[in-house]
């Protein structure tokens, strides 16, 4: 069930429409989900982007940063300094287990709690800032999500997401080779909607991140978007031929979404 008015209710239905028809999911030789990890790690020199910026205005020496949906740690550990504890969660144990290997190698200890928020966030303290970089596509059910970063921020939350939905650069792919019209939202303007309905106004800039693909070689990116698909490895040459540079992996047009706690 899904909480919240007229904009979660939105955008639970338009992310639901995304879901990939059973009898296509019935025929995938492997699961259509998931990343290769290089795309997510957290770089040594993190980009100046507008997301860091706003965090780091809200953030004391030696400060705090909870990282929500933190993945391999680029949103907190690009804080990290002026940041003194850093605290991550997610889902998937192996991505935080990469967070805690590259945290030590910058001298911070960070607390991880694997598990799905909001669910876990009651095992979670608050910190000064909260972040949570390209996951709200992910939520279906947004107000407690949204709800309980707020809740978890002393000063200031920061959300990256890029502007169109992550898959929507795939869906000609889904036209030719399913016969398949995809979906195009929900969008930022959604994810705005979502936000002021929740209580929010959040600050908002849109910006063009560095791409995250760097150390994605071609063959690797195809067998991705094939995996993607649904289809077996023999399609490798067809999706090749059909693919645009960067297709499928994370956008560079992006937007930072802010807004302050009061004290
Ligand atoms: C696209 S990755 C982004 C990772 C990182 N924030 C970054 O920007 O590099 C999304 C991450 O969010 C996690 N995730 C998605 N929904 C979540 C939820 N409700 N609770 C916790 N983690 C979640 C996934 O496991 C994944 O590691």
């Given at each position: ?9 939105r ?21 259509p ?63 935080l ?35 949570c ?41 889904w ?89």
């Amino acid at each position: 069930m899904v909480s919240g008015g007229p904009a979660a209710q939105r955008w639970a239905e338009q992310l639901a429409s995304w879901a990939i028809p059973e009898e296509i999911l019935a025929r995938a030789p492997e699961s259509p989900w998931g990343f290769p990890p290089e795309l997510f790690a957290a770089p040594d020199q993190p980009p100046d982007t507008p997301s860091r910026r706003r965090a780091l205005e809200a953030l004391p020496e030696g400060g705090s940063v909870l990282d929500v949906g933190a993945g391999a740690g680029a949103a907190g550990l690009a804080l990290v300094p002026p940041a003194g504890r850093l605290t991550a969660v997610d889902q998937s144990a192996t991505m935080l287990e990469a967070l805690v290997a590259k945290a030590g190698a910058r001298g911070v200890e960070a607390q991880t709690v694997t598990g799905t928020w909001p669910e876990v966030a009651g095992q979670v303290g608050p910190a000064d800032v909260v972040v949570c970089h390209h996951v709200l596509y992910n939520v279906a059910d947004a107000a407690p999500f949204v709800a309980a970063l707020t809740e978890h921020a002393r000063r200031r939350v920061v959300v990256e997401i890029t502007t169109a939905h992550p898959q929507a650069g795939l869906n000609h792919l889904w036209r030719h080779f399913h016969g398949l019209d995809r979906p195009e939202g929900p969008g930022l303007e959604d994810a705005i909607a979502l936000l002021r309905e929740a209580g929010v106004e959040p600050g908002a800039e849109r910006f063009e991140r560095p791409p995250r693909a760097g150390d994605l070689d071609r063959r690797s990116h195809v067998a991705f978007v094939r995996r993607r698909l649904c289809l077996d490895p023999s399609a490798d040459p067809e999706v090749d031929r059909l693919l645009p540079p960067g297709a499928g992996l994370p956008a560079t047009e992006a937007a930072c979404l802010w807004w302050d706690v009061a004290p």
